[in-house]
């Protein structure tokens, strides 16, 4: 295999209430994934004899960063009413975002931002849904 393409990725976001396996809701008209962006914090660690006067660093905590998702909008659909009630609700909920080969990536998250892009005449309307990843990210395959 020499890649493999986006085709038939989505991301569910679970309710936290309903039992597992159950409660998962499915994003609707994803069009792009910006996957999460993890950054380490460098740390520094000189002191007064660092050798050949030169900065010292440790490795710091890690930063799970953010995702986005671009959807084809539609104002008053299920994920319309679902994102926007999740905003509001201030909830961390555990996000799954799942790749075409059924491997997987799960974090708990809360929506940063839920925008329509805008109006074009003749074009689909879209819309970009922000998360802040808010914990660890793990990883795994569906079903196993």
């Known amino acids: 295999m020499s890649g493999l393409i ?3 990725t989505y991301v569910e976001v679970h309710d936290g209430v309903t039992a597992e396996p ?3 809701f499915e994003v609707g008209l994803v069009t792009n994934v910006t996957p999460p962006n ?3 914090d460098q740390v520094e660690s000189t002191h007064m004899k660092s050798p050949n006067r030169t900065k010292e660093f440790e490795q710091g905590m890690i930063d799970p960063g953010e995702m986005s998702l671009a959807v084809n909008h539609i104002p008053g659909s299920t994920t ?4 926007v009630a999740w905003r509001v609700s201030g909830e961390t909920r555990s ?6 080969n059924d491997k997987f990536q799960r974090y708990p998250a809360f929506v ?5 892009d ?3 005449v003749s074009g689909l309307m879209k819309a970009t849904l922000n998360l802040k990843v808010a914990g660890a ?3 795994g395959t569906m079903g196993a």
């Open 6 to 8: 986006g085709y038939g």
């Open 22 to 24: 159950g409660g998962w």
């Open 38 to 40: 993890e950054s380490t």
């Open 80 to 83: 319309d009413d679902y994102v």
């Open 95 to 100: 996000v799954r975002l799942v790749y075409p």
């Open 112 to 116: 940063l931002g839920w925008a329509p």
């Open 118 to 120: 805008g109006i074009d």
């Open 137 to 139: 990210i793990a990883r």
